[in-house]
């Protein structure tokens, strides 16, 4: 069977052409108000009072030349700080995990934290650790506020489903379980196999009644891995009563403790 290519219409390709016309158009006028602008701008530079001392303090090649060795070692430095910097932050943020997961030590572990923060606060990795320590130990607002940050400095990053899921795990300890849902299916957008995303969706929709989508939410996790120890308690957890609304959920869906 031939299939006939579409032909436009005489008056579509008339339409086609017009829009080429005005797109040509508009960046020719657009290049040309551009150029005049910026022959304007030099005129009224070179022209100013004090140019000469201007072009002789920042555009002289003999100048910029002998200070250039300066200026490439004040860069050298500037960038050896920004190493240091990024690497004793992610540090800090370890330790203060660590002290967190072995020992129990909530305070010590988020005032390390904190300080990596502080140190770099555009790392997305000292965020994250920052992030999920506060949601075993400490504040959930500044949670969200940690994983937000994260999300925006790097928007198009792949792994940017589990800075979604610390927003979902935050809500849905804060008990606000419809933000829950919402942030945890964005999770599951963004990443179909991640199966934390799920449990949330689950527990979320149990507490608000619908059995159901909760029930389907746990069986894609369960089939993601169905060795995953839904009544387990974290050690690290400073507060209870947040792994005790994953626990409540489960068993509004039906499901008992082993």
Known sequence: MSVQLHQPSEIQRGRIAYRRRQTIRSVLLAALSTAVVGVALAIAVTGAPGWERVKESFFNPEVALRYLPDILEGLWLNIRLLVVCAVLALALAVLGWQRMLFRGEHDAGLELC????????YN???????????????????????????MALSPGAPDNYGCVTHVA?????????????????????????????????????????????????????????????????????????????????????????P
């Not at 904190?114 to 606060?121: I, S, T």
């Not at 964005?186 to 149990?206: H, Q």
């Not at 050690?235 to 005790?244: G, M, N, T, V």
């Open 114 to 121: 904190e300080r990596a923060v502080a140190l770099n606060p």
């Open 169 to 257: 795990s935050a809500h849905l300890s804060a008990r606000r379980f419809q933000e829950s849902l919402v942030w945890a299916q964005r999770s599951i957008d963004l990443e179909p196999g991640y199966v934390y995303s799920y449990l949330f969706l689950a527990v979320a929709n149990a507490h608000l009644g619908r059995v159901d989508e909760g029930l389907h939410a746990l069986e894609t996790a369960l089939s993601i891995r169905p060795d995953l120890p839904l009544f387990h308690t974290n050690p690290a957890s400073r507060f209870p009563d947040r792994r005790q609304i994953m626990i409540d959920g489960y068993r509004l869906l039906g499901l008992q403790p």
């Open 124 to 150: 997305r990795t000292v965020l994250d650790l920052a992030a999920v320590a506060h949601l075993f130990g400490g504040d959930l607002d500044t949670l969200i506020a940690y994983a937000m940050r994260a």
